[in-house]
């Protein structure tokens, strides 16, 4: 897992970068013994591991952009659109790398958060920064939970404990 550093933070902008720390290890649990093949299976009609891996990734690209920091998510639209069997899909090591390098930069901003620019609203969204902060950890996890179902749902290991 990633470890951060948080300077200069505010006690609140310490705990958001805490909490995505945490979700850093589920995401990678749940790649563990996933191969790309598998990571295409639905089972079921519901989104794959490799759509679910991919969105959470486009979110904090998502997050960072919209608090402040500009970078261009790889994937643009791919993940916001339902899945197609004719899309082109990234494997899971380059979702990975791209999980890494917007997690790096997304929680060293953070981190670096006081609660002055955690109150502040967004131009044109009305929403504070800490409140948006806040709902996108919770879709993170919401995302990344399905991915012990759709595990098991297709014959591997439950996650594990990180």
């Known amino acids: 897992m990633m470890e951060q550093q948080t300077m200069n933070a505010s006690k609140t902008a310490e705990a958001y970068v805490s909490l995505f720390q945490m979700q850093n290890g589920i995401f990678e649990n749940a790649m563990n013994g996933i191969d790309d ?12 591991i490799n759509w679910l891996l991919g969105h959470v990734t486009t979110c904090r690209f998502m997050l960072a ?24 899909y990234p494997n899971l090591e380059t979702i990975s790398k791209n999980w890494d390098t917007i997690t790096s ?10 609660e002055i620019d955690l109150e502040r609203e967004i131009p044109g969204n009305g929403v504070e920064i800490k409140n948006l902060i806040a709902f996108f950890s919770y879709h993170e996890a919401y995302h990344l939970g ?6 098991k749902l297709l014959g591997l290991t439950p996650m594990q404990p990180y």
């Open 37 to 48: 093949q598998i990571a295409l299976q639905r089972p079921g009609n519901v989104n794959h």
């Open 65 to 88: 952009n919209q608090i402040g920091l500009k970078i261009e998510d790889p994937y643009g639209k791919l993940y916001f659109s339902a899945i197609s069997d004719e899309a082109k």
């Open 105 to 114: 930069k997304l929680l060293d901003f953070i981190g670096n958060l006081n």
């Open 146 to 151: 399905p991915i012990g179902y759709a595990r």
